[in-house]
């Protein structure tokens, strides 16, 4: 199973920027979604964006479209979330996840494999 790495969390103040990054041990197979989460206390967690390998694919939740930004290093086998105009509802443990088969998935049940998510705090 691919083991998978966050980093990149932190403090921001809102309308600040944060990038995270996703290392995957090993590469997976080329057509499986890669996807980042987020967890607020009390919350379920909720998608945030996905990628599919040659990144040509992605998608975004209704609440960051325009404000984040997915992409992947093929060559560093890691994934990014670049994120900008950040807001206080932003808050929340960000996990990135693997989805090891075919197609995209917009649930946390659709995944497989997770990393052990990095906090950002946004202050208003």
């Known amino acids: 199973q691919v083991q998978l790495v966050e980093s990149g969390g932190g403090l921001v103040q809102a309308g600040g920027s944060l990038s995270l990054s996703c290392a995957e041990s090993?590469?997976?197979?080329?057509?499986?979604?890669r996807g980042w989460f987020r967890q607020a206390p009390g919350k379920e967690r909720e998608f945030v964006a996905a990628?599919?390998?040659?990144?040509?694919?992605?998608y975004y939740s209704d609440s960051v479209k325009g404000r984040f930004t997915i992409f992947r290093n093929n060559v560093k086998n890691t994934m990014y979330l670049q994120m900008s105009t950040l807001k206080p509802e932003d808050t929340a443990v960000y996990y990135c996840?693997?989805?090891?088969?075919?197609?995209?998935?917009?649930?946390?049940?659709?995944?497989?494999?997770w990393g052990q998510g990095t906090q950002v705090t946004v202050s208003s």
């Open positions: 996840a693997v989805r090891n088969q075919y197609g995209m998935g917009w649930s946390s049940q659709d995944y497989d494999s």
């Open positions: 090993r590469r997976t197979y080329s057509t499986y979604y």
């Open positions: 990628i599919n390998w040659s990144g040509s694919n992605t």
